[in-house]
C-alpha cells in the first residue's frame, strides 16, 4: 500500500495492459450503457465485475456474496500480479476500494472516478466504508490508491445535470484553500462540465495538502474537509438529496453561521456572496428546506447526534470560515446549531 497516490490527467482511457499485469475491472454496471468509450475500453480486460452503484451497494449485509463472487473471479492469479481497477462513484470506489484493502490480504488499487463528486473528493484521501444496520461508512480501511486516473472522456459522460453535485465538494475545498483556486473560481458565472474538469487538478491537489497533514485522521486536521458537511449530512438524510446537493445547502448554511458568530466579518461575507459564482450555492429547491416544522427540528437533532463526527457530549466540533483561505473549528451544542437553522429561516423568510 502507498501512503501518496500518482495522479493522472488525462483525455482519454490509456490502453489496460498500461495499468497492470492482471486486472480485476470492478464498476458501476450504468457506465456500460452511458459511456460507449468505456464499455469498448473494457473488453481489453478479462476478469469485470459489474455492480449497481448507491448505498446498498455498501450495505455489509450483501458484501458476503461479492466478495465470495470476486474470490472466485480473482482465484487463479497471484496477489504479485493482480490490480483491482475501480471505475464508478463514490459508493463503487468506497466498496471497490474495500475488496482491494482486503482482497489475498491487499492488492494493487487504481480508481478512475466517473462522477465529479468522486474526481474531486471521494477517489482520494485513501478511505474506503461500507454501511451497517443503515448507518453510513461503520467499518473501512485506509487504502490509498496506487494510482487515481481522471479521465476527462469518463466524467464527461455524465448527464450535464449533475455538475451541480460536483460543485458542492469543489466549492468547499477552494474555501478551505483560498488563494487562487478561490479568486479564480469566484469569477465563473456558470458552473458546468467544463468549469469543473478545469478546475479538477487544482482542487485535488488542494484536498492532498490538508490529507497529506494527517492521513490516517489521527491529528483531528483533515476534519476542516468537514466544512459544510455538518447540516449538509442532516439535509441529505432528511431531504434523501444527492450529496453534492445538500453540501451546497451546508455552506451556506456555514458561511451565514459563521458571520452570526462574528468570526466571519459584515465585509468579508458581503464580499464572498458578491461574487459571480455563488449564484450556484442555492438551488431552486431550497424554497422546499426551508418551510422547517417543529417536528423536523425533532428529526434534525437526532440526525446531528448520530452524526459520527460527534463528541461525547451533546456538541459538535463545527467548521467555520473566517475568509476564503481561512477556516476556525469551534465546538458548538447541537441546541445551537438548530437554533442557527431557525434563524436562518426567519432571516429568508422575513429578510
Ligand atoms: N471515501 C470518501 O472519502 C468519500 C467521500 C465523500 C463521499 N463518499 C461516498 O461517495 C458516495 C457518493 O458518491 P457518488 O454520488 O459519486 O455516488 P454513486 O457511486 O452512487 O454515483 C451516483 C450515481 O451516478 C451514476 N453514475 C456514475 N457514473 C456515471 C456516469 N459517468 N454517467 C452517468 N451516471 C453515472 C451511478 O450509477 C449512480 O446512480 C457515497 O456513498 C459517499 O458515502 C466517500
Ligand atoms: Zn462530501
Not at 71 to 100: C, I, M, N, R, Y
Not at 199 to 206: G, I, Q, S
Not at 248 to 255: M, P, R
Request: glycine share 8%; with cysteine; proline share 4%.
Amino acid at each position: 500500500m502507498k501512503s501518496q497516490s500518482t495522479l493522472v490527467f488525462s483525455n482519454e482511457l490509456p490502453p489496460a495492459k498500461k495499468l497492470g499485469e492482471e486486472i480485476l475491472l470492478i464498476y458501476d454496471q450504468i457506465l456500460a450503457q452511458k459511456s460507449p468509450v468505456f464499455k469498448k475500453w473494457s473488453k481489453q480486460i478479462n476478469l469485470h465485475y459489474a455492480v449497481k452503484a448507491g448505498e446498498h451497494l455498501k450495505d455489509i449485509e450483501q458484501f458476503p456474496k461479492h466478495i465470495k463472487a470476486i474470490t472466485k473471479l480473482t482465484e487463479q492469479t497471484s496477489v504479485k500480479k493482480l490490480t483491482v481497477v475501480v471505475v464508478g462513484g463514490g459508493s463503487v470506489g468506497d466498496f471497490g476500494g474495500f475488496v482491494a484493502s482486503i482482497l489475498k490480504r491487499g492488492v494493487r488499487l487504481l480508481h478512475i472516478p466517473s462522477t465529479w463528486l468522486a474526481a474531486i473528493d471521494s477517489a482520494h484521501g485513501g478511505k474506503t466504508a461500507l454501511n451497517v444496520g443503515g448507518a453510513k461508512n461503520q467499518i473501512g480501511t485506509f487504502y490509498p490508491a496506487d494510482q487515481i486516473l481522471m479521465v476527462r472522456s469518463v466524467l464527461m459522460s455524465q448527464p450535464e445535470a449533475r455538475a451541480y453535485e460536483g460543485f458542492g465538494e469543489l466549492i468547499k475545498i477552494a474555501f478551505i484553500e483560498g488563494g487562487k483556486l478561490w479568486t479564480s473560481l469566484a469569477k465563473e458565472r456558470q458552473v458546468n462540465s467544463r468549469v469543473l474538469w478545469k478546475y479538477l487538478e487544482p482542487a485535488v491537489k488542494a484536498k492532498y495538502k490538508v490529507v497529506g497533514r494527517d492521513p490516517q485522521e489521527k491529528k483531528g486536521i483533515r476534519h476542516v474537509l468537514n466544512l459544510g458537511h455538518t447540516v449538509g449530512h442532516v439535509l441529505e438524510s432528511y431531504y434523501e438529496l444527492p450529496h453534492g446537493i445538500a453540501i451546497n445547502y451546508g455552506l451556506d448554511f456555514a458561511l451565514r453561521f459563521s458571520l452570526q458568530k462574528k468570526i466571519m466579518k459584515p465585509v468579508e461575507f458581503e464580499k464572498i456572496y458578491a461574487e459571480p459564482v455563488m449564484g450556484y450555492l442555492l438551488s431552486p429547491l431550497r424554497d422546499d428546506l426551508i418551510s422547517i416544522q417543529s417536528h423536523d427540528l425533532k428529526e434534525y437533532r437526532r440526525l446531528l447526534l448520530s452524526d459520527k463526527k460527534k463528541t461525547k457530549s451533546a456538541t459538535l466540533r463545527f467548521v467555520f470560515v473566517k475568509k476564503a483561505g481561512q477556516t476556525v473549528i469551534e465546538e458548538v451544542s447541537v441546541d445551537d446549531i438548530l437554533i442557527e437553522i431557525c434563524r436562518q429561516r426567519e432571516e429568508e423568510l422575513h429578510g
